[in-house]
Structures are given as structure tokens and as C-alpha cells.
T-cell receptor
Framework: AQSVTQLGSHVSVSEGALVLLRCNYS??????LFWYVQYPNQGLQLLLK??????LVKGINGFEAEFKKSETSFHLTKPSAHMSDAAEYFC????????????FGSGTQLTVLP | DAMVIQNPRYQVTQFGKPVTLSCSQT?????MYWYQQKSSQAPKLLFH???????NEADTPDNFQSRRPNTSFCFLDIRSPGLGDAAMYLC??????????????FGPGTRLTVL
């Protein structure tokens, strides 16, 4: 079964510092992987996705993620954190089959310190 | 702009009083999903529609029902809300087919409070 594990339920960084949010996946087939961001009392917004094309994926708001099959990882990074990046981040994998349901990780709350 | 709309954004109901949450979309996507997200947790899929075909997750309680009268609209009915049903309810859509990007587009959610 497809699943993702996010290491660290809370991550704090200083403004301008590197952001690194960790996600490891388990999948019996080549996965499609996603990172979503959720601001308080809002829905989920897609940051980026991996669909077996390029292993380094660039997303919105300066975020990127690298798919590493050998490490079964899809970590999210941003070179320089901004205060507006403070939010909850979810890694997700979709199940094979026509419905392509998403299975989410438990989420990482990112705090950006001034 | 094409989008996913959820109404109302905030809903308060009483214990045991039926409630309906609404989702509409202008994306013309054929797949629609309902998720439940409790505080500080990940979204959990309740069910989805693939076109008109309804698909329930195995662990979705019978208390939750859904209707999709047409492509644009989907409703979540909670027949007898309990205190444990207080959560954010998220609707999402996706286009299927060979040109699909596999991306789900989410609405802003409805926060349900049960008194």
C-alpha cells in the first residue's frame, strides 16, 4: 500500500534560513508525489508534484523537492524562509487506480521566526 | 477564475441535527472527493465520485452520505452529527483521462462545529 511519512511534526526556522521538510514514501509502484500547503482555516494548495519526469521539481513560492528513489524520499526545500511561509505542509502519494485517491502524511507545521 | 467553492465556510449545528455541506466547481472535473480533517491531523478521505459512480471508503461511518446531482455540485450529508464529527470538511476535484495531471484542486473547506 502507498504511504508517506513526514518526519517532524513541527519545524522552526529563522527568516532567511533554509527550509527543509522531510517526506519518505512507501510504494509498490512508481509513485506520484505531492506537496500541499495549508494556511489556517483554508483548503490545501498544491506546491509541487512529482510525476516521474524530472527528479528535481520546482514549485510555487520558491519551493522545490527532489525525488530520490534510492532513499525513498521527496523532501521539500526552500533556500530562504519568509514569514509568509508559516503554514502546515502535507506530503501525499496517490494510490494506483482510476480514482487516484491521495494518502497524506501527518503534516509538518512550519514556524518562521523573525 | 475556475475554482472549487464550498458553502458555508462555517457551519454550526446541534448534536443529532442533520446538516448538509455544499461543494461546487467550475473546473468541469469529473472526479470529486470529500475529506474530513480534524484538528492538527491530515485530511482523511471519506468518499469520492468518479463521474456518477459513488465510492465509499471502507471506514467511512454510515452517518455520512453524499449526493452528486450533476457534474458541478456535490453535497455531504451528515445524518446525525456527533461531537466527534466536528472538523474541517474539504472538497476536492480532479480531471481524469489521458491528459490528467493527477492534481486534486481543493476548496477552502467548511468548518463544522457541533454543539
Amino acid at each position: 500500500a502507498q504511504s508517506v511519512t513526514q518526519l517532524g511534526s513541527h519545524v522552526s526556522v529563522s527568516e532567511g534560513a533554509l527550509v527543509l521538510l522531510r517526506c519518505n514514501y512507501s510504494s509498490s509502484v512508481p509513485p506520484y508525489l505531492f506537496w500541499y500547503v495549508q494556511y489556517p482555516n483554508q483548503g490545501l494548495q498544491l506546491l509541487l508534484k512529482y510525476t516521474s519526469a524530472a527528479t528535481l521539481v520546482k514549485g510555487i513560492n520558491g519551493f522545490e523537492a527532489e525525488f530520490k528513489k534510492s532513499e525513498t524520499s521527496f523532501h521539500l526545500t526552500k533556500p530562504s524562509a519568509h514569514m509568509s511561509d508559516a503554514a502546515e505542509y502535507f506530503c501525499a502519494v496517490n494510490r494506483p487506480g482510476s480514482a487516484r485517491q491521495l494518502t497524506f502524511g501527518s503534516g509538518t507545521q512550519l514556524t518562521v521566526l523573525p | 477564475d475556475a475554482m472549487v467553492i464550498q458553502n458555508p465556510r462555517y457551519q454550526v449545528t446541534q448534536f443529532g441535527k442533520p446538516v448538509t455541506l455544499s461543494c461546487s466547481q467550475t473546473l468541469n472535473h469529473n472526479v470529486m472527493y470529500w475529506y474530513q480533517q480534524k484538528s492538527s491531523q491530515a485530511p482523511k478521505l471519506l468518499f469520492h465520485y468518479y463521474d456518477k459512480d459513488f465510492n465509499n471508503e471502507a471506514d467511512t461511518p454510515d452517518n455520512f452520505q453524499s449526493r452528486r446531482p450533476n457534474t458541478s455540485f456535490c453535497f455531504l450529508d451528515i445524518r446525525s452529527p456527533g461531537l466527534g464529527d466536528a472538523a474541517m470538511y474539504l472538497c476536492a476535484t480532479r480531471a481524469s483521462g489521458s491528459s490528467s495531471t493527477d492534481t486534486q484542486y481543493f476548496g477552502p473547506g467548511t468548518r463544522l462545529t457541533v454543539l
